[in-house]
């Protein structure tokens, strides 16, 4: 019996041994991986950092009236990872008229603070400094005004982004919602 376990144990570790030599002798022949030079460094380039311009087409409701808006508008933003600070003038054409009052033009000088909810996607808020030409029964007179509001824009192409936003002229009760595109400039 002593021979036949000592057969049997021998044999399994013979086994054993003959099973594990091809795996270290493949583990031993290639030596180390070449080196190999890592990819050279993409550099940084955002839709939402730089200059950009754009136009726009809205809707303005005030004093009972209402009316279709458009123009255009210019900005910079610096990005700092998910968070976009920017800065924004825009001028619109306005036929926005209601008892005997109407807004032929507004314009606005505006910071913005925008969170990217994803890199595709940035919510923000607006607030800076309005300007309307309203006519009414004493004349024509630019009006200064604090307007504030938020939007939503997203990525349509790497140099495109297309947006909707909302904007109050506080105390000339102008509300303000519009869609537009704007375009990166430059880098």
């Known amino acids: 019996m002593k021979l036949l376990r000592g057969g049997v144990c021998g044999s399994l570790f013979?086994?054993?041994v003959a099973m594990a030599a091809p795996a270290s002798a493949a583990d031993l022949g290639g030596g180390a991986p070449p080196y190999a030079e890592p990819p050279p460094e993409v550099p940084f380039?955002?839709?939402w950092q730089g200059l950009y311009g754009?136009?726009?087409l809205g809707y303005g409701d005030a004093w009972h009236g209402d009316g279709v808006i458009g123009g255009a508008q210019i900005g910079y933003?610096?990005?700092a990872d998910?968070?976009?600070i920017g800065a924004e003038a825009d001028i619109?054409?306005?036929?926005?008229?209601?008892?005997?009052?109407?807004?032929?033009w507004l314009g606005s000088v505006r910071g913005r603070l925008g969170f990217l909810l994803d890199p595709r996607l940035m919510a923000y808020a607006t607030a800076g400094v309005g300007f309307a030409d309203v006519d009414d029964w004493a004349g024509?007179?630019?009006?200064?005004?604090?307007?504030y509001g938020f939007g939503l824009e997203g990525k349509v192409t790497e140099g495109m982004t297309a947006r909707i936003e909302y904007l109050a002229y506080d105390d000339l009760d102008i509300d303000v919602v519009r869609a537009g595109l704007n375009f990166k400039l430059g880098y």
């Open 14 to 16: 013979m086994a054993c």
């Open 45 to 47: 380039t955002s839709v």
């Open 54 to 56: 754009g136009v726009h």
């Open 77 to 79: 933003n610096w990005q």
């Open 82 to 84: 998910r968070l976009v």
């Open 92 to 104: 619109s054409l306005s036929d926005i008229d209601g008892h005997g009052t109407s807004v032929d």
């Open 140 to 147: 024509s007179d630019t009006e200064t005004d604090f307007v």
